[in-house]
Protein backbone atom coordinates (compact mmCIF):
# COMPACT_ATOMS: atom_id res chain seq x y z
CA UNK A 1 0.00 0.00 0.00
CA UNK A 2 1.34 3.56 -1.35
CA UNK A 3 1.24 5.95 2.41
CA UNK A 4 1.15 9.31 1.99
CA UNK A 5 2.91 11.55 4.50
CA UNK A 6 2.09 14.75 5.40
CA UNK A 7 4.58 17.58 7.45
CA UNK A 8 4.52 19.42 9.13
CA UNK A 9 1.44 17.99 11.38
CA UNK A 10 0.73 21.65 12.20
CA UNK A 11 1.98 25.43 12.04
CA UNK A 12 1.04 29.06 13.00
CA UNK A 13 1.62 31.55 10.89
CA UNK A 14 0.56 35.25 10.89
CA UNK A 15 -1.81 36.87 8.22
CA UNK A 16 -0.13 37.20 4.87
CA UNK A 17 2.62 34.93 5.30
CA UNK A 18 3.79 32.59 2.69
CA UNK A 19 2.44 28.97 3.83
CA UNK A 20 3.86 25.68 2.53
CA UNK A 21 2.74 22.32 3.35
CA UNK A 22 4.17 19.17 1.79
CA UNK A 23 3.21 15.59 1.13
CA UNK A 24 5.29 12.74 0.43
CA UNK A 25 4.18 9.38 -1.33
CA UNK A 26 5.98 6.15 -0.53
CA UNK A 27 6.02 5.18 -4.14
CA UNK A 28 5.56 7.49 -7.32
CA UNK A 29 1.96 8.61 -8.04
CA UNK A 30 2.25 10.80 -10.97
CA UNK A 31 0.21 13.32 -10.27
CA UNK A 32 -2.83 11.39 -8.67
CA UNK A 33 -2.96 13.85 -6.15
CA UNK A 34 -5.52 16.71 -4.44
CA UNK A 35 -5.72 18.91 -1.34
CA UNK A 36 -8.42 19.23 0.53
CA UNK A 37 -9.35 21.95 3.18
CA UNK A 38 -11.20 20.65 6.41
CA UNK A 39 -12.91 23.03 8.68
CA UNK A 40 -13.77 22.30 12.55
CA UNK A 41 -18.41 21.43 11.83
CA UNK A 42 -17.88 21.63 8.24
CA UNK A 43 -17.60 19.50 5.13
CA UNK A 44 -14.19 18.73 3.50
CA UNK A 45 -13.47 20.99 0.41
CA UNK A 46 -11.67 20.05 -2.67
CA UNK A 47 -9.04 22.99 -3.35
CA UNK A 48 -6.75 20.73 -5.80
CA UNK A 49 -6.98 18.17 -8.13
CA UNK A 50 -3.88 16.90 -10.28
CA UNK A 51 -1.78 18.16 -8.11
CA UNK A 52 -1.83 21.45 -9.61
CA UNK A 53 -5.09 22.42 -10.90
CA UNK A 54 -7.26 25.07 -8.79
CA UNK A 55 -11.29 23.74 -8.53
CA UNK A 56 -13.78 26.64 -9.30
CA UNK A 57 -13.89 29.34 -6.88
CA UNK A 58 -11.17 27.98 -5.06
CA UNK A 59 -9.08 31.64 -4.29
CA UNK A 60 -5.54 31.97 -6.23
CA UNK A 61 -3.68 32.79 -2.99
CA UNK A 62 -3.35 28.66 -2.99
CA UNK A 63 -1.66 26.72 -5.39
CA UNK A 64 -0.08 23.49 -5.84
CA UNK A 65 2.53 21.80 -7.26
CA UNK A 66 4.98 18.22 -7.47
CA UNK A 67 4.69 14.71 -9.42
CA UNK A 68 6.24 11.63 -8.61
CA UNK A 69 6.49 11.27 -4.47
CA UNK A 70 6.52 15.07 -3.79
CA UNK A 71 4.44 17.15 -3.53
CA UNK A 72 3.12 21.14 -2.24
CA UNK A 73 0.50 22.67 -1.42
CA UNK A 74 1.18 26.44 -0.88
CA UNK A 75 -1.04 29.61 0.89
CA UNK A 76 0.63 32.74 -0.94
CA UNK A 77 -1.01 34.67 1.91
CA UNK A 78 -2.35 33.23 5.10
CA UNK A 79 -5.69 34.77 5.46
CA UNK A 80 -7.94 34.07 8.73
CA UNK A 81 -10.51 32.34 6.84
CA UNK A 82 -7.67 29.63 5.86
CA UNK A 83 -7.17 28.33 9.63
CA UNK A 84 -8.23 24.80 8.91
CA UNK A 85 -6.31 21.13 8.26
CA UNK A 86 -5.17 20.59 4.93
CA UNK A 87 -4.90 17.00 3.73
CA UNK A 88 -3.49 15.72 1.00
CA UNK A 89 -4.89 12.32 -0.91
CA UNK A 90 -3.66 10.04 -3.82
CA UNK A 91 -6.22 8.87 -6.06
CA UNK A 92 -4.46 6.62 -8.38
CA UNK A 93 -5.99 3.03 -7.45
CA UNK A 94 -7.18 2.99 -3.58
CA UNK A 95 -7.82 6.27 -2.34
CA UNK A 96 -5.60 7.18 1.02
CA UNK A 97 -5.09 10.64 2.71
CA UNK A 98 -2.33 11.93 4.57
CA UNK A 99 -2.32 12.66 8.51
CA UNK A 100 -3.33 16.30 7.63
CA UNK A 101 -1.23 19.48 8.41
CA UNK A 102 -3.63 21.67 11.19
CA UNK A 103 -2.86 25.46 10.57
CA UNK A 104 -3.51 28.01 12.53
CA UNK A 105 -3.04 31.67 13.16
CA UNK A 106 -0.28 33.73 15.06
CA UNK B 1 -27.85 21.45 -7.43
CA UNK B 2 -25.56 18.45 -6.68
CA UNK B 3 -26.49 16.96 -3.31
CA UNK B 4 -25.66 13.95 -1.50
CA UNK B 5 -28.10 13.60 1.76
CA UNK B 6 -27.19 11.41 4.59
CA UNK B 7 -29.02 9.41 7.00
CA UNK B 8 -29.02 10.49 10.72
CA UNK B 9 -26.84 10.09 13.76
CA UNK B 10 -26.36 6.59 15.04
CA UNK B 11 -25.96 5.09 18.69
CA UNK B 12 -24.80 1.67 18.95
CA UNK B 13 -23.80 -1.02 21.10
CA UNK B 14 -20.67 -2.74 20.69
CA UNK B 15 -20.84 -5.70 18.64
CA UNK B 16 -23.53 -3.84 16.96
CA UNK B 17 -23.85 -2.93 13.32
CA UNK B 18 -24.93 0.23 11.35
CA UNK B 19 -25.94 1.06 7.86
CA UNK B 20 -25.98 4.69 6.98
CA UNK B 21 -27.24 6.36 3.48
CA UNK B 22 -26.69 8.50 1.08
CA UNK B 23 -28.96 9.96 -1.19
CA UNK B 24 -28.03 11.41 -4.18
CA UNK B 25 -29.56 14.22 -6.49
CA UNK B 26 -28.62 16.28 -9.11
CA UNK B 27 -26.66 14.42 -11.70
CA UNK B 28 -26.92 11.00 -13.17
CA UNK B 29 -26.56 8.67 -10.32
CA UNK B 30 -24.51 5.83 -11.93
CA UNK B 31 -21.92 8.07 -14.01
CA UNK B 32 -19.64 8.95 -10.50
CA UNK B 33 -18.41 7.01 -7.54
CA UNK B 34 -19.39 7.16 -4.28
CA UNK B 35 -16.86 6.62 -1.30
CA UNK B 36 -17.10 6.26 2.43
CA UNK B 37 -15.12 8.33 4.44
CA UNK B 38 -14.73 9.04 8.16
CA UNK B 39 -13.12 10.91 10.16
CA UNK B 40 -12.50 9.78 14.44
CA UNK B 41 -12.78 12.45 17.41
CA UNK B 42 -9.38 14.01 17.01
CA UNK B 43 -8.33 12.35 14.34
CA UNK B 44 -7.80 12.80 10.14
CA UNK B 45 -9.39 11.58 7.39
CA UNK B 46 -9.73 7.95 6.45
CA UNK B 47 -11.05 6.31 3.20
CA UNK B 48 -12.96 3.14 3.65
CA UNK B 49 -14.30 2.23 0.13
CA UNK B 50 -16.22 2.75 -2.85
CA UNK B 51 -18.64 2.19 -4.66
CA UNK B 52 -19.36 1.99 -8.47
CA UNK B 53 -23.07 2.51 -8.80
CA UNK B 54 -23.49 1.70 -12.75
CA UNK B 55 -22.71 -2.08 -11.74
CA UNK B 56 -22.15 -2.41 -8.15
CA UNK B 57 -18.21 -3.46 -8.25
CA UNK B 58 -17.04 -2.28 -5.03
CA UNK B 59 -13.27 -1.64 -3.15
CA UNK B 60 -12.51 -1.26 0.17
CA UNK B 61 -9.43 -0.50 2.22
CA UNK B 62 -7.50 -3.53 3.44
CA UNK B 63 -8.72 -2.09 7.38
CA UNK B 64 -12.13 -2.78 6.79
CA UNK B 65 -12.13 -5.72 4.82
CA UNK B 66 -14.58 -8.37 6.32
CA UNK B 67 -16.30 -5.22 8.34
CA UNK B 68 -17.69 -3.28 5.88
CA UNK B 69 -20.43 -3.46 2.76
CA UNK B 70 -20.93 -0.77 0.64
CA UNK B 71 -24.31 -1.24 -1.78
CA UNK B 72 -26.59 1.18 -4.20
CA UNK B 73 -30.09 1.53 -5.33
CA UNK B 74 -30.62 3.23 -8.21
CA UNK B 75 -34.16 3.12 -8.52
CA UNK B 76 -33.55 5.63 -5.41
CA UNK B 77 -30.09 6.87 -6.18
CA UNK B 78 -29.12 5.46 -3.08
CA UNK B 79 -25.84 4.11 -1.44
CA UNK B 80 -25.59 2.52 1.53
CA UNK B 81 -22.68 1.76 4.26
CA UNK B 82 -23.07 -0.87 6.88
CA UNK B 83 -20.42 -1.43 9.40
CA UNK B 84 -20.54 -4.61 11.69
CA UNK B 85 -18.76 -5.98 14.64
CA UNK B 86 -18.89 -2.22 16.27
CA UNK B 87 -16.29 -1.00 18.49
CA UNK B 88 -15.66 2.03 20.48
CA UNK B 89 -13.07 3.02 17.98
CA UNK B 90 -15.83 3.32 15.17
CA UNK B 91 -17.19 6.14 17.32
CA UNK B 92 -16.45 8.82 13.88
CA UNK B 93 -18.63 10.87 11.67
CA UNK B 94 -19.00 9.44 8.10
CA UNK B 95 -19.04 10.74 5.18
CA UNK B 96 -20.13 10.27 1.39
CA UNK B 97 -18.19 11.25 -1.04
CA UNK B 98 -18.54 11.59 -5.08
CA UNK B 99 -15.92 11.06 -7.97
CA UNK B 100 -15.38 10.50 -11.38
CA UNK B 101 -14.51 6.96 -12.56
CA UNK B 102 -10.89 6.49 -12.50
CA UNK B 103 -10.16 9.97 -11.01
CA UNK B 104 -11.08 8.98 -7.56
CA UNK B 105 -10.46 12.93 -6.05
CA UNK B 106 -13.56 13.79 -4.21
CA UNK B 107 -15.78 17.05 -5.34
CA UNK B 108 -18.85 16.61 -3.53
CA UNK B 109 -19.23 15.54 -0.31
CA UNK B 110 -22.64 14.70 1.94
CA UNK B 111 -23.23 16.81 5.74
CA UNK B 112 -21.18 13.83 7.54
CA UNK B 113 -23.50 10.36 9.69
CA UNK B 114 -22.36 10.46 13.56
CA UNK B 115 -21.76 7.70 14.65
CA UNK B 116 -21.54 6.61 18.26
CA UNK B 117 -20.47 3.51 19.70
CA UNK B 118 -21.42 3.23 23.53
CA UNK B 119 -21.88 0.48 25.90
Same mark, same amino acid.
Given at each position: DIQMTQSPSSLSASVGDRVTITCRASQGIINYLAWYQHKPGKVPKLL?????TLQSGVPSRFSGSGSGTDFTLTISSLQPEDVATYYCQKYNSAPRFGQGTKVEIK | QVQLVQSGAEVKKPGASVKVSCEASGYTFTNFYLHWVRQAPGQGLEWMGMINPSDSNTRYAQKFQGRVTVTRDTSTSTVYMELS $??? $???TAVYYCARSKPWYHYMDVWGKGTTVTVSS
Open positions: ISGAS | $SLR $SDD
